[in-house]
């Protein structure tokens, strides 16, 4: 990207601040995982990862070891097009029981598991995989006895990786 996306100008604010504040219409806890000296200027507090290099997987996992909720919402930075609406809808597939997240199904019926909910229960999980450096969080989601949302609006999940795509969302969003 060239850039730090996180920190990319949306709608007159930071990407990261404009998704935290869609997360913040559903959950009244709302924290960005990373280097506190770069974020911590967005007016969430941030949480710097539990293990660095880790990626997605560390991010997620920082994030269960640091809240204590039951059920935690993990959006990633590069998703401008999450909604309340969506997240709000996964939160009502949280059920009691054998399952330990709740992941939508986006493009091409893949998972999508930087848009989703966790248990606390997915911990010792994301620790081995951590640990034993396995942190693709697709190849992880089955072990996390996930319940797969269908049904959504796959526009939900475009994420910004290169300059075209951030090009694009720009575009529709005018």
Same mark, same amino acid.
């Given at each position: 990207?060239?850039?730090?996306?996180?920190?990319?100008?949306?709608?007159?604010?930071?990407? #990261?601040?404009?998704?935290?504040?869609?997360?913040?219409?559903?959950?009244?806890?709302?924290?960005?995982?990373?280097?506190?000296?770069?974020?911590?200027?967005?007016?969430?507090? %941030?949480?710097?990862? @539990? %293990?660095?290099?880790?990626?997605?997987?560390?991010?997620?996992?920082?994030?269960?070891?640091?809240?204590?909720?039951?059920?935690?919402?993990?959006?990633?930075?590069?998703?401008?097009?999450?909604?309340? &609406?969506?997240?709000? #809808?996964?939160?009502?597939?949280?059920?009691?029981?054998?399952?330990?997240?709740?992941?939508?199904?986006?493009?091409?019926?893949?998972?999508?598991?930087?848009?989703?909910?966790?248990?606390?229960?997915?911990?010792?999980?994301? &620790?081995?995989?951590?640990?034993?450096?396995?942190?693709?969080?697709?190849?992880?989601?089955?072990?996390?006895?996930?319940?797969?949302?269908?049904? #959504?609006?796959?526009?939900?999940?475009?994420?910004?990786? #290169?300059?075209?795509?951030?090009?694009? %969302?720009?575009? @529709?969003?005018?």
């Amino acid at each position: 990207m060239g850039q730090d996306k996180a920190l990319l100008p949306y709608h007159g604010e930071p990407l #990261t601040v404009a998704i935290s504040k869609t997360v913040s219409q559903i959950t009244e806890c709302v924290h960005i995982i990373g280097d506190p000296a770069r974020y911590g200027h967005l007016g969430f507090p %941030v949480i710097a990862d @539990a %293990v660095a290099g880790c990626g997605p997987a560390g991010g997620i996992y920082t994030a269960l070891l640091q809240n204590e909720a039951e059920w935690n919402v993990v959006v990633a930075c590069d998703m401008p097009n999450v909604t309340a &609406e969506l997240m709000r #809808t996964l939160a009502s597939h949280a059920v009691q029981g054998p399952r330990d997240c709740i992941v939508p199904l986006g493009f091409n019926g893949q998972p999508e598991p930087l848009c989703a909910i966790y248990h606390l229960r997915c911990r010792p999980v994301l &620790e081995r995989a951590i640990r034993e450096n396995r942190l693709r969080m697709r190849d992880l989601v089955a072990e996390l006895r996930p319940v797969l949302v269908s049904g #959504t609006d796959p526009g939900c999940f475009v994420n910004v990786n #290169t300059p075209a795509d951030w090009r694009q %969302v720009e575009e @529709a969003a005018r």
